[in-house]
């Protein structure tokens, strides 16, 4: 079976300091790994996504994060947050060589302080 | 490009009633999914659909989820009778195709609320 863990369910910065969300997960292939971003009443939106090419994915809003195989690990980054990412993160992963099916983390919720 | 949007936004309702909730995917997207989001927690996978067929459906309680997708387009998910613990949001998402790494865009969601 596959699984997602996210350490912390909240996640508290001031604006301009490091974001570090943390992901790992359990897989017995190859995973394809994603990091999404949910605002308050809102469907979830993409920020990058990990497909077995580079290590280092850099995707929307000044996000990236880094594909660790020994560490089983997919932690989402950046270097300076702003009022704007507040909002929930989930981190999933595909473990399916056939189809698109995820499955999801619980959350983190990245509350930024002026 | 029109996103998906998903009807009703919110809905109340007794337990033991029935409800259902209207999903239209983009367009030209042959892959279409339902999750649950419970409080607190992430998505959880309750169907998937490629065209009008059933992908994985492993995780839908079949005694009372339904779901289908006539003519492969848009999809309806129901529930009869609802529980307490169907107080949710259900996301509807969609994707070009089904395959491995497809981004899957999401609607807005629809929050249920069993009392």
């Known amino acids: 079976a596959q699984s997602v863990t996210q350490l912390g369910s909240h996640v508290s910065v001031s604006e301009g300091a490091l974001v570090l969300l943390r992901c790992n997960y359990s897989?017995?292939?190859?995973?394809?790994l994603f990091w999404y971003v949910q605002y308050p009443n809102q469907g979830l939106q993409l920020l990058l996504k990990?497909?077995?090419?580079?290590?280092l994915v850099k995707g929307i809003n000044g996000f990236e994060a880094e594909f660790k195989k020994s560490e089983t690990s997919f932690h989402l980054t950046k270097p300076s947050a702003h009022m704007s990412d507040a909002a929930e993160y989930f981190c999933a992963v595909n473990m399916n060589s056939g189809y698109s099916t995820l499955t999801f983390g619980k959350g983190t919720m990245l509350l930024v302080s002026p | 490009e029109a996103g998906v949007a998903q009807s009703p936004r919110y809905k109340i309702i007794e337990k033991r009633q029935s409800v259902a909730f209207w999903c239209n995917p983009i367009?030209?997207?042959?892959?279409l999914y339902w999750y649950q989001q419970i409080l607190g927690q992430g998505p959880k996978l309750l169907i998937q659909?490629?065209?009008?067929?059933?992908?994985?459906d492993s995780q839908l309680p079949k005694d009372r989820f339904s779901a289908e997708r006539l003519k492969g387009v848009d999809s309806t998910l129901k529930i009869q009778p609802a529980k307490l613990e169907d107080s949710a949001v259900y996301l509807c998402a969609s994707s070009l195709e089904g395959t491995r790494g497809n981004e899957q865009f999401f609607g807005p969601g629809t929050r249920l609320t069993v009392l």
């Open positions: 990990y497909t077995s090419a580079a290590t």
């Open positions: 367009s030209g997207h042959a892959t």
């Open positions: 897989s017995s292939v190859p995973p394809y």
């Open positions: 659909f490629q065209n009008n067929g059933v992908v994985d």
